[in-house]
């Protein structure tokens, strides 16, 4: 078996399993029919990866990436987190992922407070994506977005905004963002306005009392006047 091309299985810095392509001494890779779609996986450099139904006449793209790391890549190589998605991702029924959240699996645990102020400080923003960060993923549509800036969002919730080992290209990293606390402090927020709400419903009814209290002790004082003159 040469170096310069292949047939299909074939061995080369790892197990490499494909259809209709080869590879020439300099490396380029070709497919062979050019009418049908090329698919292949690839074993070796420490991952695990999958390309299917690539458009004939270029070399597939990779879609399934399971690195040496055990973290895993959808159209794309996880940059660090065990999940890592290039595009949108859906499931079948509308909730959010499950967590475990069990008391016996937490400690320090304190009730969120002043959460109306908190989130006074959060910008909430629209946006577009750069044409540069576009280019270097197609899949993101130019329409406008809505979230946070990353490093305003750290000034509030600081535990939630880390690197995301994706580089611009002057090398430094593009942050990332975990909204989540959002959710748990417009809940606390809800909360305390519904504790004022109720608040002022009983200073109302109070006052209401009160009302009612000083209209009959006036009617009973005109009454008596009355009553005297005669």
């Known amino acids: 078996m040469s170096h310069e091309t292949y047939n299909d299985p074939y061995l080369r810095d790892g197990i490499h399993l ?3 392509h080869y ?21 070796g450099y420490g991952s695990i990866k999958l390309a299917t139904g690539v458009a004939p ?5 990779d879609r399934l990436i399971l690195d040496s790391a ?6 794309r190589s996880s940059a660090g987190n065990r999940l890592e998605v290039e595009g949108n991702a859906s499931k079948s029924v509308a909730g959010s992922w499950l967590a ?11 009730t969120v407070t002043n959460a109306l102020e908190t989130l006074n400080q959060v910008r909430l923003v629209n946006f577009h994506y750069t044409d540069s960060y576009r280019t270097a993923h197609p899949v993101i549509d130019n329409h406008s977005y809505l979230n946070v800036v990353a490093q305003e969002f750290a000034k509030v919730f600081p535990d939630y905004v880390k690197g995301s ?5 002057d090398g430094s990293e593009i942050l990332q963002v ?4 959002l959710t748990v402090y417009s809940a606390a927020a809800i909360q305390e306005l519904n504790q004022k709400l109720e608040k ?25 006047k009355k009553g005297g003159a005669k």
């Open 18 to 20: 494909g259809y209709n």
């Open 23 to 43: 590879s020439d001494a300099a490396g380029t890779n070709h497919v062979v029919n050019p009418d049908g779609y090329t698919s292949r996986i690839s074993v």
């Open 57 to 61: 006449g270029t070399w597939p793209f």
């Open 70 to 75: 055990g973290n895993v890549g959808l159209s």
């Open 100 to 110: 475990n959240s069990d008391a016996r699996i937490k400690t320090d645990i304190t």
């Open 165 to 169: 080992r994706e580089k611009l290209p």
């Open 178 to 181: 975990d909204s989540y606390p």
């Open 200 to 224: 002022q419903r009983a200073e109302n009814a109070q006052l209401k009392q009160s009302v009612t209290e000083l209209k009959e002790l006036v009617s009973k004082l005109a009454a008596g």
